[in-house]
Nanobody, 129 residues
Framework: EVQLVESGGGSVQAGGSLKLACTAS????????MAWFRQAPGGEREAVAVLDMDGSTNYADSVKGRFTISKDNTKNTLTLQMNALKPGDTAMYHCAGVGWGCTLIAGRPSRVDVGYAYWGQGTQVTVSL
């Protein structure tokens, strides 16, 4: 069974930065389709960033230009660099893995919340004014 463990969450003021990390117990998982999701209290879960096997990415409009998803296959680690954080970014952040390549829509890795077999427990991000 694949395990994903997130770290790096915390509390910051608006405009600050955080870097989340997700370590997988199996090296092959990180090399496949991976994503960061977030869910705020009372809100729906949304994919904020998706990274496919070939390096292609897809970001939610709300985080474009501020968040960067990347991975280090040698360290089995997926990261999410979050800059210029806003109170609206406050949520529990989870990493997730598909186990194979991302589903493509219009040639881009889909952010649809379907097919993610592996999930981490999450790390809380709180952004205050």
């Amino acid at each position: 069974e694949v395990q994903l463990v997130e770290s790096g969450g915390g509390s910051v003021q608006a405009g600050g930065s955080l870097k989340l990390a997700c370590t997988a117990s199996r090296s092959t998982t990180i090399s496949k389709c991976m994503a960061w999701f977030r869910q705020a209290p009372g809100g729906e879960r949304e994919a904020v960033a998706v990274l496919d096997m070939d390096g292609s990415t897809n970001y939610a409009d709300s985080v474009k230009g501020r968040f960067t998803i990347s991975k280090d296959n040698t360290k089995n680690t997926l990261t999410l660099q979050m800059n210029a954080l806003k109170p609206g970014d406050t949520a529990m952040y989870h990493c997730a893995g598909v186990g194979w390549g991302c589903t493509l829509i219009a040639g881009r890795p889909s952010r649809v919340d379907v097919g993610y077999a592996y999930w981490g427990q999450g790390t809380q991000v709180t952004v205050s004014l």
